[in-house]
């Protein structure tokens, strides 16, 4: 009796125990299944954020950097004339200055859609507009910079600034380590007479450092009156070149341009969209 006793608590061990065995053993599948669906849902995940990683490669443009808002001048301004003087060595320098990679002109699109309405106000007068330089890299200033903390450095003095020592330049305020073209609304420009094919007649030469630059040189601008004042060197403007640098100020300032007092060539959008920005990239053409 007792060692049946003894068989049938053993058989129901052995029974309890491959229970236990059997839901140890179904639990661990478990797991394990559901381990495995995790791994795959991972590999799913990463899968896919490589993939979005891989369509998204544009690289991060630097706020400087970005041309975006930028036009090329003549594709918003056909009729313009170029004369880009820092891409050539025809300029204060004597050399190619740095960032002017083409000889094109760039300016912000709202700069560039208020030139074309003071090109198309001057067309009508016979004119065209002549432009010297639009928008400046930082790196053209800092190449200027470099240069005018070179005194011995005079091989262009004869032709733009013959009545200056060079030592003056940053105090007078000629050169400076930051300048509102690089802001990109900015224009140096003249007029070119479409009758006589040449370019009106100004009294003097663009990027001339001296007081015979500056828009009231022998004038009033607020009257238009021209009058007799010659500079310490003793040059002056005739009556005829006073009036035309008032035709182009004029012009440019019905169209939201605003002009300084140092040079009569110089003229910066009033509505200017970044006046705080200081941009870095290269002039060429831009990609439409």
């Known amino acids: 009796m007792q060692e049946k006793i003894h068989n049938f608590a053993t058989e129901s061990f052995i029974h309890q125990h ?16 559901a381990r495995m669906r995790m791994g795959v849902i991972a590999a799913i995940v990463g899968i896919m954020a490589t993939a979005c990683k891989s369509l998204d490669n544009t690289p991060t443009v630097s706020p400087t950097d970005d041309s975006s808002q930028f036009v090329t001048l003549t594709d918003a301004v056909p009729d313009a004339i170029l004369e880009i003087r820092y891409f050539s060595t025809y300029n204060f320098v004597g050399e190619r200055i740095d960032g002017y990679l083409e000889p094109t002109a760039l300016l912000t699109r ?9 090109s198309d106000d001057v067309k009508a007068m016979g004119y ?34 013959p009545d200056l020592d060079k030592s003056v330049l940053f105090k007078q305020d000629y050169i400076a380590e ?17 009758n006589t094919e040449k370019e009106l007649d100004m009294g003097g030469t663009f990027d001339w450092f001296g007081p015979e630059s500056h828009p009231d040189f022998c004038g ?12 310490p060197a003793g040059r002056s403007i005739t009556a005829m070149q006073f009036k035309n640098r008032m035709i182009l100020r004029a012009a440019m300032m019905r169209h939201g341009f605003k002009p300084i007092s140092s040079e009569w060539w110089h003229f ?16 060429k053409q831009l990609k439409k």
Do not use: C
């Open 178 to 194: 930051k300048s509102g073209h690089t802001r990109g609304s900015t224009v140096d420009l003249t007029l070119f007479d479409m």
């Open 268 to 283: 910066t959008l009033r509505d200017e969209p970044f006046p705080n920005t200081y941009f870095t990239f290269p002039v």
């Open 18 to 33: 491959a229970l236990f065995m059997e839901q140890d053993t179904n639990a661990l599948r478990t797991l394990m299944i």
């Open 110 to 118: 709202r700069a560039a859609d208020s030139l074309r309405a003071v």
């Open 220 to 231: 009033n601008p607020q009257t238009g009156q021209h009058h007799e004042s010659p500079s």
């Open 128 to 161: 065209r507009l002549k432009i010297y330089d639009a928008y400046r890299p930082q790196k053209a200033v800092d190449h200027f910079v470099r240069w005018a903390s070179n005194l011995d450095d005079k091989r262009m003095k004869p032709y733009f600034y």
